[in-house]
RNA sequence: GUCCCCAUCGUCUAGCGGCCUAGGACACCACCCUUUCACGGUGGAUACAGGGGUUCAAAUCCCCUUGGGGACGCCA
């Protein structure tokens, strides 16, 4: 009897899967008959931060899956924080993750680029009061003139009284024609979004499904300041319109605020975007991360020499996996695996332990001429002069000696610092060794081995030869005789192969080297 | 306080009802390679927050608890 059941339930239950199936795949439906259009609309307050980068990241490779266009959008409309420079830094830092978009202010002279300008919303004023003015005609907004301290007094009166916080709209609402008039005469009043009805809102969230929100959850929301400056969710719901967004993937933080932008849409008649809300990549602690974390902009992690490669890779996979499993991508398979369907809803903690293994499999993958030219202003810094390095063939053996044992560009100096003569010391560690007293017979067996050598190069074989020759001259062997030559070419014990490292420094150099030993 | 989101190894994650005695990666430990260090190779330890359901079957679905986070600005 109950398998019977079970057995007409059947066609119910596969109907309802189905279904279910069909509604969860529309969204990804219409970004293949859309033209995708997504933005990433950082707020220029200092440098790029990883979280940014991540959200900047995830848009680029939106758009670049589905053949779509990215858009900066420069969101600058809080005068008291935004600056030119910081925008400057922002695009700076955009540009070095390789993240470039199709319209926007030029990377080159900061002009808008694209048929949707103004980028910055600080210069899309005109436009938003039009709208503005669209919904005080439909009744949709009102002026309010109230002060800030009646307004204080007002949210302090309803904390006190256990409710919300929240602005509504005042008993003597100032009837359209006449704020109109106050406003001509210089009354300063900010414009407020008028929620009338009480009913639920459902955002259909791409990463965390349907999230239902009431309306009464916010009060009047201010659109346009009194200074006429408008705010955040009025312009960013206009632009994302005006711009034929199709696609918002930001941080989770705007989760709540989806509702005001949904109702300016709904009041506006405007055609809203598909949202997804990312999760928060957290520090160690687990709380939101920030300065006391340590390195947390994406102009942080250049300094300390990682690769944007590796950076972009690395946030990639915080909130993000490849179908496959497989962690090193090429941007190439990081734009056909992306879809939205494999975000993480939780949170992430930064790792930059990982972030440094993946940093060091990306730099010692790179061409070598291409590693050189990263590695050089980190040399510069550093204030080594290496002239060999004018060959490229030295400098290809020199990295390959080098490369596995650097994590980071900022590894570099330290290592070549081995090569420049005027670095050249022997180095605290080496006390051990130099108290040996095999030490001085083998550096004095090296040193005539080096000044016996015609040539001003040694090649890999003939220090095989030389080596061979210091361990019967000294009749020393294993690591007393290895160390003690370590030291006297690079002044500390452990380090680089020497049959590598020896073929990269000049005989005199060498021998200057031995001389200081003994 | 109200509303919302989230919860798998230390960390990033796979998993979308049976292929799970839970897979991969980083880190860690051991061994191998190597007359040093690093690289590389092999192996190991370590997780479904707790409690109730639903189901023949639950890491996976539902509820509660706990914990973490966010929003409630004339910030974004």
Same mark, same amino acid.
């Given at each position: 009897?109950?398998?019977?059941?079970?057995?007409?339930?059947?066609?119910?239950?596969?109907?309802?899967?189905?279904?279910?199936?069909?509604?969860?795949?529309?969204?990804?439906?219409?970004?293949?008959?859309?033209?995708?259009?997504?933005?990433?609309?950082?707020?220029?307050?200092?440098?790029?931060?990883?979280?940014?980068?991540?959200?900047?990241?995830?848009?680029?490779?939106?758009?670049?899956?589905?053949?779509?266009?990215?858009?900066?959008?420069?969101?600058?409309?809080?005068?008291?924080?935004?600056?030119?420079?910081?925008?400057?830094?922002?695009?700076?830092?955009?540009?070095?993750?390789?993240?470039?978009?199709?319209?926007?202010?030029?990377?080159?002279?900061?002009?808008?680029?694209?048929?949707?300008?103004?980028?910055?919303?600080?210069?899309?004023?005109?436009?938003?009061?039009?709208?503005?003015?669209?919904?005080?005609?439909?009744?949709?907004?009102?002026?309010?003139?109230?002060?800030?301290?009646?307004?204080?007094?007002?949210?302090?009166?309803?904390?006190?009284?256990?409710?919300?916080?929240?602005?509504?709209?005042?008993?003597?609402?100032?009837?359209?024609?006449?704020?109109?008039?106050?406003?001509?005469?210089?009354?300063?009043?900010?414009?407020?979004?008028?929620?009338?009805?009480?009913?639920?809102?459902?955002?259909?969230?791409?990463?965390?499904?349907?999230?239902?929100?009431?309306?009464?959850?916010?009060?009047?929301?201010?659109?346009?300041?009194?200074?006429?400056?408008?705010?955040?969710?009025?312009?960013?719901?206009?632009? !994302?319109? /005006?711009? =034929?967004?199709?696609?918002? *993937?930001?941080? +989770?933080?705007? @989760? $709540?605020?989806?509702?005001? #932008?949904?109702?300016?849409?709904?009041?506006?008649?405007?055609?809203?975007?598909?949202?997804?809300?990312?999760?928060?990549?957290?520090?160690?602690?687990?709380?939101?991360?920030?300065?006391?974390?340590?390195?947390?902009?994406?102009?942080?992690?250049?300094?300390?020499?990682?690769?944007?490669?590796?950076?972009?890779?690395?946030?990639?996979?915080?909130?993000?996996?490849?179908?496959?499993?497989?962690?090193?991508?090429?941007?190439?398979?990081?734009?056909?695996?992306?879809?939205?369907?494999?975000?993480?809803?939780?949170?992430?903690?930064?790792?930059?332990?990982?972030?440094?293994?993946?940093?060091?499999?990306?730099?010692?993958?790179?061409?070598? !001429?291409? /590693?050189? =030219?990263?590695?050089?202003? *980190?040399?510069? +810094?550093?204030? @080594? $002069?290496?002239?060999?390095? #004018?060959?490229?063939?030295?400098?290809?053996?020199?990295?390959?000696?080098?490369?596995?044992?650097?994590?980071?560009?900022?590894?570099?100096?330290?290592?070549?610092?081995?090569?420049?003569?005027?670095?050249?010391?022997?180095?605290?560690?080496?006390?051990?060794?130099?108290?040996?007293?095999?030490?001085?017979?083998?550096?004095?067996?090296?040193?005539?081995?080096?000044?016996?050598?015609?040539?001003?190069?040694?090649?890999?074989?003939?220090?095989?030869?030389?080596?061979?020759?210091?361990?019967?001259?000294?009749?020393?062997?294993?690591?007393?005789?290895?160390?003690?030559?370590?030291?006297?070419?690079?002044?500390?014990?452990?380090?680089?192969?020497?049959?590598?490292?020896?073929?990269?420094?000049?005989?005199?150099?060498?021998?200057?080297?031995?001389?200081?030993?003994?």
């Amino acid at each position: 009897m109950k398998t019977t059941g079970f057995v007409l339930l059947w066609p119910l239950i596969a109907w309802v899967l189905s279904a279910q199936k069909f509604y969860s795949e529309a969204p990804l439906s219409a970004s293949t008959t859309k033209n995708v259009r997504v933005r990433f609309a950082p707020s220029p307050t200092g440098y790029l931060h990883v979280g940014g980068a991540r959200t900047a990241l995830y848009n680029f490779l939106y758009a670049k899956r589905f053949g779509g266009q990215f858009i900066l959008r420069v969101e600058d409309t809080d005068l008291e924080r935004s600056t030119e420079e910081s925008m400057r830094m922002q695009i700076e830092d955009l540009k070095w993750l390789d993240l470039g978009w199709d319209e926007g202010p030029n990377p080159a002279d900061y002009s808008d680029m694209g048929p949707y300008g103004p980028y910055r919303q600080s210069r899309r004023k005109e436009i938003y009061m039009d709208y503005a003015n669209r919904l005080l005609e439909a009744g949709h907004a009102y002026y309010d003139f109230r002060t800030d301290a009646e307004l204080d007094a007002i949210k302090d009166a309803l904390v006190k009284a256990g409710k919300p916080p929240q602005i509504d709209a005042p008993k003597d609402m100032v009837p359209l024609a006449e704020a109109r008039k106050r406003v001509a005469a210089g009354e300063q009043a900010a414009i407020r979004f008028h929620v009338k009805e009480k009913r639920d809102y459902v955002v259909q969230d791409l990463v965390r499904g349907d999230v239902r929100f009431p309306s009464d959850m916010v009060g009047d929301f201010v659109c346009i300041r009194s200074n006429g400056m408008p705010v955040y969710n009025f312009c960013c719901a206009i632009d !994302d319109a /005006l711009m =034929k967004i199709t696609h918002v *993937f930001r941080a +989770e933080e705007h @989760l $709540s605020n989806t509702l005001r #932008q949904m109702m300016i849409f709904e009041a506006l008649g405007l055609e809203s975007p598909r949202f997804g809300h990312l999760s928060f990549i957290l520090g160690s602690d687990k709380q939101k991360l920030s300065k006391r974390h340590g390195a947390t902009s994406c102009h942080d992690f250049k300094v300390k020499g990682y690769l944007p490669e590796a950076l972009n890779n690395f946030i990639l996979l915080s909130g993000w996996s490849s179908p496959d499993g497989r962690e090193i991508l090429s941007r190439e398979e990081q734009i056909s695996l992306f879809t939205h369907e494999r975000f993480n809803s939780a949170p992430a903690v930064f790792d930059e332990t990982k972030l440094l293994w993946m940093n060091s499999m990306y730099l010692r993958a790179l061409p070598h !001429d291409e /590693l050189w =030219k990263r590695i050089e202003p *980190f040399l510069k +810094e550093a204030g @080594l $002069s290496i002239p060999q390095a #004018q060959d490229a063939q030295w400098r290809d053996h020199a990295l390959t000696a080098f490369k596995t044992s650097m994590q980071t560009l900022a590894d570099a100096p330290k290592l070549f610092e081995a090569l420049d003569d005027s670095k050249f010391a022997v180095k605290p560690e080496a006390a051990e060794v130099k108290g040996w007293p095999e030490s001085q017979k083998v550096w004095a067996a090296w040193k005539a081995e080096l000044s016996s050598h015609a040539a001003n190069k040694i090649s890999e074989t003939e220090f095989a030869a030389m080596q061979d020759r210091v361990k019967e001259q000294a009749g020393v062997k294993g690591k007393h005789l290895f160390m003690p030559i370590r030291v006297a070419v690079i002044g500390q014990p452990h380090g680089t192969e020497l049959k590598i490292l020896v073929p990269l420094l000049d005989k005199s150099s060498l021998l200057k080297r031995v001389e200081m030993c003994l």
